[in-house]
């Protein structure tokens, strides 16, 4: 049995550059208080957000922040048909999370995303047998490219692993010319900067590769040693800071850039590492979007730790 995404199979060629350059939130995945998936609140997420914030480089879906373990592969095939029929713009990339724990279900679930019509697949590192190595992951990210319709983002997040993807597996996996990017959320600005200088190193047949910023913590630090931008949880409450904080890196404005980095950390942190999902969706609920629920086990947020979300975030709320 194979899910299929039927009407929506052509894939939107993009250069590949344009791919792994700018701002993308991880958006959430959106369910009911009985853990059923709204996919009219997330498509009215999507449309919000790209419609108020243009300049965003476009969406990651099914992302950590889209609870992508806890949802079926007909679910990630509805999620994913709903999202691509609400991004409008065709200059807006939309990039799947399509991460699985075998090679062989990695491979499923981004043929599915390539029928879907996306432009990318971040593929997270698998991570149940912590004994894999170096070798195992250079061979599952090549199996899954050398089959792959669209091109490949690799995606390291230790937090949520438990497993590193190291710099040398990146460097060799970096060579392959359907593997375009890494989104790195280790918060290792050597490791990004490194990467960031091989990436230079590339021949014309090895294409390109880009690094990106896995958390809106330290976007600032992590672009100031080359990276291309940044998927993070913060684009979704806050796009326009994050937006502006590239920009002003981008100006040149480096004193600006890091006044605004510093006022960012503490409130990244609270929707990230701090209250997780959960916190993320409290945040989305307060900043006029719909953030629903989070899907059992994960469990919404204690009145207190609500409260303190509020406060944190109340210099930005809209005046009632």
């Known amino acids: 049995f194979r899910v299929s995404c039927g009407s929506l199979s052509s894939t939107r060629l993009k250069d590949h550059h344009k791919i792994t350059k700018g701002i993308f939130p991880p958006i959430p995945t959106i369910f009911d208080q009985h853990g059923r998936l709204n996919q009219d609140q997330i498509a009215e997420n999507v449309e919000q957000l790209l419609n108020e914030n243009p300049n965003l480089s476009g969406l990651v879906v099914l992302g950590s922040n889209g609870e992508y373990p806890f949802l079926s592969m007909e679910e990630k095939k509805t999620i994913w048909k709903t999202v691509r029929r609400s991004v409008k713009n065709p200059n807006h990339v939309i990039i799947a999370g399509s991460g699985a724990n075998s090679t062989a279900e990695t491979i499923e679930t981004t043929q599915l995303a390539a029928d879907c019509g996306f432009d990318a697949a971040m593929v997270v590192t698998p991570y149940y047998y912590k004994s894999m190595g170096d070798l195992a992951f250079e061979k599952h990210y090549t199996e899954v490219a050398d089959t792959s319709k669209i091109p490949i983002i690799l995606y390291n997040v230790p937090m949520f692993t438990s497993v590193e993807l190291s710099t040398p597996v990146i460097e060799k996996l970096a060579r392959h ?144």
């Open 177 to 320: 010319r359907n593997i375009i990017g890494l989104k790195e959320s280790s918060g290792d600005i050597v490791k990004i900067g490194s990467l960031v200088q091989m990436s230079r190193s590339l021949q014309p047949d090895e294409g390109t590769f880009g690094v990106m910023a896995g958390s809106g913590s330290y976007l600032f630090p992590a672009m100031a040693v080359g990276a291309t931008g940044g998927v993070m949880a913060l684009a979704n409450i806050l796009p326009k800071e994050c937006l502006r904080l590239a920009q002003l890196f981008s100006d040149g404005d480096f004193k600006a850039a890091q006044e605004l980095q510093l006022s960012l950390i503490q409130i990244n942190h609270a929707v990230t590492k701090g209250y997780g999902i959960p916190g993320l969706k409290q945040a989305m609920n307060l900043l006029g979007f719909h953030g629903g629920h989070p899907r059992s086990p994960l469990l919404p947020l204690s009145p207190s730790d609500a409260d303190k979300l509020h406060a944190l975030l109340a210099p930005f709320l809209n005046p009632k």
